[in-house]
């Protein structure tokens, strides 16, 4: 199902309040993740996306 036909029937925009708050904790879990590690790797360098290619691939 794509989302234009969910919007195109409102019969399928059911609320759920209950899987609402729990998109709303998964979330606020995700960005608190993501503040920590920007605090502890704050000014580190970067990994670089052109990483040199070896004879069997990647280097890492």
């Known amino acids: 199902m794509t989302l234009n036909h ?4 409102p019969e399928l925009q059911v609320l759920d309040p209950e899987f609402d708050a729990w ?3 998964v979330i606020a879990s995700i960005d608190e ?4 590690l920007k605090t502890r790797f704050a000014g580190t360098v970067q990994p670089s996306l052109n990483l040199p290619k070896n004879r069997i691939g990647y280097a890492l």
């Open 33 to 36: 993740v993501k503040a920590s």
């Open 23 to 25: 998109c709303d904790s």
């Open 6 to 9: 969910v919007l195109s029937h």
